[in-house]
């Protein structure tokens, strides 16, 4: 049986699309972008994640998918906690890579002019790149506090306040977090990069609201029209690479002992209440908590620097979302709330007014989602719905989701080429690295003002405000 466009917005993937699929696909899509979608394997990725033990709901895609590794990035899947799985796949080698937005109180006219000195502060204040040591030099037994304690530990230590802590997902610390679960090649590989940036999709912006969708969300935000922010996309860094590389050899090797057989040696899991699934679920925790820390470290290098060129002011954290997570929810299922394990690869989570998982002040508005454009392109505010979570786990999209790849993105413009262009559009550019730069490129991802008008008129997320970036730091 073939695909079934829904409406407008939404394509199912029946159980009959491939043999052994448990439950059905659902793509969130225009026509469009579903062209686009087809071109690689995420369709047939959506139906794999499918045929795994224990899922419940649908094997869901975001309208920012495309092909990744076993899941598709823009992939959500959620298993019964008693009776499902765990897949390191389906969160990803960058654990908790996320997003956080801050604002200023200026405008766009008091920070424009000086937009330059204050790109070549933050670059030599944040250390950007592949393998990039930091400047902090921590102990193991220090990063071991990091790794249970997230974004506390760097707010104890004077780097944030406690209306940061209130303002990240699950606190900035997710529980039952176990340093004793990661290996000490992982520790090795993070243990000098705590409060960098990184490379690849990896960025600081700073952006100014164009346009206000949703005035009421945004003044419950406190955002308003020409106002500075700054958003800040940053990830796990080579402690979360290790940490999946090193479960996805565990699961692989326990798989015949649970008689499980994946359609896809991408697709290793173990069951959810498994020694395997527990471990690697305490360490994923401390991955994601080294990541929350990582960009609570950035944050406080960005405020010294903006601080220093500025002269004045304060920047106060709106929300900070992890990207590629997995996490126990209580979801409502055929009727009846069950507790589930949704994974969530390159997806946001998306609550609605007055869920307990959200801060206390955005309690009657909904959970601040923030999509981040392609570097030179707009990026989004938005806010979670109750359809959210009748649909999609309470998730949606992370971005705007690539269509080109690093290769074929480098093959016709250079890095010279591409910060020209972006200047003549009033985007001042600092890179690690050119051939990083030539990789980012607009074209090589889809049109994110697409993707977030399908999320929207879907009905899973709401728009709140629109940014448009004036200076970009690359990794």
């Avoid at 360490?283 to 010294?304: D, E, G, L, T, V």
Wanted: hydrophobic share 40%; proline share 3%; net charge neutral.
């Amino acid at each position: 049986m073939s695909i079934k466009q829904l409406d407008e917005y939404r394509y199912l993937i029946p159980k009959t699309f491939r043999e052994g699929m448990n439950v059905e696909g659902m793509v969130y899509a225009s026509s469009e972008i579903f062209d686009a979608i087809e071109r690689d394997e995420t369709l047939n990725q959506v139906a794999n994640v499918a045929t795994l033990p224990g899922l419940v709901g649908r094997s869901l895609a975001m309208p920012d998918a495309h092909q990744g590794y076993g899941f598709a990035i823009g992939g959500v899947a959620a298993a019964d906690m008693e009776k499902g799985v765990v897949s390191a796949g389906g969160v990803g080698f960058d654990i908790n890579c996320g997003v956080r937005l801050l604002a200023s109180n200026y405008s766009m006219k008091e920070v424009g002019p000086k937009i330059d000195p204050l790109l070549n502060q933050m670059f030599s204040s944040i250390p950007c790149g592949t393998g990039k040591s930091g400047i902090l030099q921590i102990s193991f037994d220090q990063l071991d506090k990091v790794l249970r304690e997230g974004a506390h530990w760097a707010v104890e230590n004077g780097c944030g306040t406690e209306e940061d802590i209130a303002h990240i997902e699950e606190t900035g610390m997710i529980a039952g977090a176990d340093p004793g679960e990661v290996s000490n090649r992982a520790k090795q590989r993070g243990k000098d990069q705590l409060g960098t940036l990184g490379s690849g999709n990896h960025f600081v912006e700073i952006q100014y609201i164009s346009e206000i969708f949703d005035e009421q969300a945004a003044a419950v935000f406190g955002l308003g029209m020409d106002q500075i922010v700054m958003m800040i996309h940053s990830g796990s860094r080579g402690l979360g690479h290790q940490v999946c590389t090193d479960y996805l050899e565990v699961m692989q090797e326990a798989m015949p002992k649970y008689k499980i057989k994946a359609v896809d040696r991408q697709l290793a899991c173990v069951p959810v209440r498994s020694k395997e699934g527990q471990s690697y679920l305490k360490a994923m925790a401390a991955a994601a908590n080294f990541a929350f820390a990582n960009r609570q470290m950035i944050s406080h290098w960005a405020r010294k620097s903006f601080k220093q060129v500025i002269g004045r002011g304060e920047l106060r954290l709106i929300y900070d979302v992890a990207h590629n997570i997995a996490k126990e929810e209580e979801h409502t299922i055929d009727g009846r709330k069950i507790k589930v394990l949704v994974h969530r690869k390159g997806a946001t989570r998306a609550f609605p007014a007055r869920h307990h998982g959200i801060p206390d002040d955005y309690f009657e508005t909904g959970q601040p989602v923030l999509i981040p454009g392609s570097m030179g392109t707009c990026s989004y505010v938005m806010v979670g719905t109750e359809k959210a979570m009748s649909e999609t786990f309470g998730s949606i999209c992370h971005g705007a989701g690539r269509v080109m790849s690093r290769h074929a993105a480098k093959k016709d413009t250079s890095a010279e080429q591409l910060i020209a262009r972006l200047k003549e559009k009033g985007i001042h550019v600092r890179g690690a690295s050119k051939s990083g730069l030539s990789e980012e490129k607009p074209e090589a991802y889809k049109d994110v003002r697409v993707v977030v008008d399908i999320v929207h008129n879907a009905g899973i997320a709401r728009k709140v405000a629109k940014m448009v970036p004036i200076g970009v730091i690359k990794g």
